[in-house]
């Protein structure tokens, strides 16, 4: 009797303890799915052909579109990728290839702290660097935005370099390859689709970036025309659309968000399909 | 080989490219901020006014803001965290658990300009029209449920930070669930039928590494800088005066000022400010790293 109250007792604080675990993740759910579904309703209305075709309208103007901020912004992703992705992947390559050297872990540890420093200070570096030099401009926001990318890249390039079987590398050099040549035509090569996954998560994390864009170039609406001159940017369009006063502003800031989602999600999943593929090959 | 030799130097000289930013950008950042420095000094700490007209700069307000913040979204945030690692990894079956892990880890790649948009446009509102005037007209005789209500504030900014720190701690929580020996589950579970003593078995094993993931989070939530500027309201005062008050945080005030900077001595200040929030943020981050470090190796000799 006494047995079986104590064992009633402990059924209902285990149920308990069951819902209060649920209820954690509704109160989390709930919100996530109001930020998608918000995007989409109320970005949606927003996405015509104008919306992709006209330029930024002047503050208070009806219609237009954000034409020159997709322009800016794939130039700027353009010039980060230039500098990033071959840094970061070789970067990758030494840290994984010579990670007998006691400096490695160092530099990866640094890498790592890189990593977590946040993005408007990278911004003011850039802006300290290169904007107080030559003006606000699309090549410090790039800089800015190459150093965001690299520390992902060489994570990345360097545990996916990791997961290739040493027997792979054994081989190679005891058909008498050297070791550079057996890293990039054969290593590499075992490691490409890992390599993608990194710079398409990198890209994910750069196409959204507003912070460091804001303090190297600045909000600015007109088309490329320069290095050395600022250009339109979505994800800083955002902010400066939604903190004006202006209807039609606020519309588009909606209609880049939803853009902006659609890219970013895009960017998250593909690469993990890709690795989920990956997985189930190796199994 | 000759070759060899140029590949090691040639990625060395890349793999180094990252330290050398890293020190370029303590000094950059020194360097943009002389001008501030040299003027007030360190009593730029613990300086109150904020005043562009008459070129007078000081952060106390903003740290404080910074840690009050950070630290709520922190407290919103630990507990829905383990609840949803928990969820994932002991109640829910395996392919339902790794659909919601995808959307989860994606989360944390949403740009924070749509979580600040979000919260600008509909968890202010909601919050205003809902919760804040159902509690004012509750416990409006309290001090710290009177006032203005605007929606937006120190609050709803924290709010939103929590929502955004939540799949990083998350994340590295399933991690550390997941990697609890075998050995210390069949022990938990030979205590006792229960889900609910497994489940704090493992929470109590895993300790040091949420604290180390607490510190992550906090780490970005410190250093989140579009999101809270949107939504926090960018007013500055020491204190607010109620839950309801807007405010200010060291990020914010870079992102709402500095287009706005016009003078040398203000830009510097802003720098300046970036400057802390580095100092803070890096304290933060290698504490972090250090105790993961520490804990993998640990784990590794078991």
Same mark, same amino acid.
């Given at each position: 009797m006494q047995l079986n109250k104590v064992l009633k007792k402990k059924i209902l604080i285990d149920k308990a303890f069951t819902i209060i675990l649920i209820c954690a993740m509704i109160i989390y759910l709930v919100p996530i799915i109001s930020i998608i579904y918000e995007t989409v309703s109320r970005g949606l209305p927003a996405l015509n052909l104008d919306f992709f075709t006209k330029p930024i309208p002047t503050a208070g103007e009806e219609g237009g579109g954000i034409a020159n901020a997709i322009q800016g912004t794939v130039i700027s992703i353009a010039l980060a990728s230039l500098i990033g992705i071959p840094v970061g992947i070789l970067s990758g390559i030494f840290l994984s290839e010579y990670r007998? @050297?006691?400096?490695t872990s160092f530099i990866r540890f640094i890498n790592e702290v890189f990593h977590g420093i946040p993005s408007i200070i990278i911004g003011l570096f850039s802006f300290v660097l290169i904007s107080k030099r030559i003006g606000f401009s699309v090549l410090a926001a790039s800089f800015s935005l190459a150093l965001i990318m690299i520390p992902i890249v060489t994570i990345v390039t360097q545990e996916s370099l990791k997961m290739v079987p040493a027997t792979i590398r054994e081989a190679a050099f005891s058909l008498g390859i050297p070791k550079w040549k057996t890293t990039i035509f054969i290593v590499l090569r075992g490691a490409w689709q890992g390599i993608v996954t990194g710079i398409l998560l990198s890209i994910g994390r750069i196409i959204g970036e507003s912070a460091p864009i804001l303090v190297t170039m600045g909000f600015y609406r007109w088309?490329?025309?320069? @290095?050395d001159r600022p250009v339109s940017n979505m994800a800083l369009n955002i902010f400066i659309f939604a903190m004006s006063p202006f209807q039609n502003w606020v519309r588009l800031a909606w209609g880049t968000a939803l853009v902006l989602l659609v890219l970013v999600l895009l960017l998250n999943i593909i690469p993990r399909l890709m690795m989920l593929r990956r997985e189930v090959r190796y199994e | 080989m000759f070759g060899d030799k140029i590949f090691k130097y040639t990625t060395a000289f890349f793999a180094f490219f990252i330290v050398i930013s890293f020190l370029m950008l303590i000094y950059e950042l020194y360097k943009g901020s002389y001008l501030a420095i040299s003027k007030f000094g360190l009593s730029f700490i613990k300086n109150t006014v904020w005043d562009p007209v008459n070129g007078v700069f000081g952060a106390l307000p903003l740290i404080i803001g910074t840690i009050v913040v950070s630290l709520l979204s922190l407290l919103f945030s630990l507990p829905i965290s383990i609840g949803v690692a928990l969820v994932l990894v002991l109640y829910l079956p395996r392919k339902i658990s790794r659909g919601l892990a995808v959307l989860i880890e994606t989360m944390a790649g949403v740009p924070s300009v749509i979580y600040g948009l979000w919260g600008l446009y509909v968890l202010a509102p909601f919050l205003r029209e809902n919760v804040y005037s159902v509690l004012q007209s509750m416990f409006g005789f309290i001090p710290l449920f009177s006032g203005p209500n605007y929606g937006i504030g120190f609050l709803t900014g924290s709010m939103v930070l929590a929502l955004m720190i939540t799949p990083i701690i998350t994340a590295v929580t399933k991690d550390l669930l997941l990697a609890v020996p075998t050995s210390i589950k069949e022990a938990a579970v030979s205590l006792g039928p229960k889900k609910k003593e497994l489940a704090l078995i493992m929470i109590k094993y895993i300790k040091p590494g949420l604290f180390a993931a607490s510190l992550l989070g906090l780490g970005r939530a410190i250093g989140e800088t579009m999101a809270i500027s949107m939504v926090i309201g960018n007013k500055f005062k020491l204190f607010p005066s109620s839950l309801f008050d807007t405010w200010y945080t060291l990020s914010a005030i870079i992102a709402n000022e500095f287009l706005e900077a016009t003078y040398d001595l203000y830009i510097s200040s802003l720098v300046y400010i970036g400057l802390l929030l580095l100092a803070v943020t890096l304290a933060v981050i290698i504490i972090a790293r250090i105790i993961i470090w520490r804990f993998s190796k640990v784990r590794g000799e078991i």
């Open positions: 007998e @050297l006691k400096i088309w490329f025309s320069g @290095l | -």
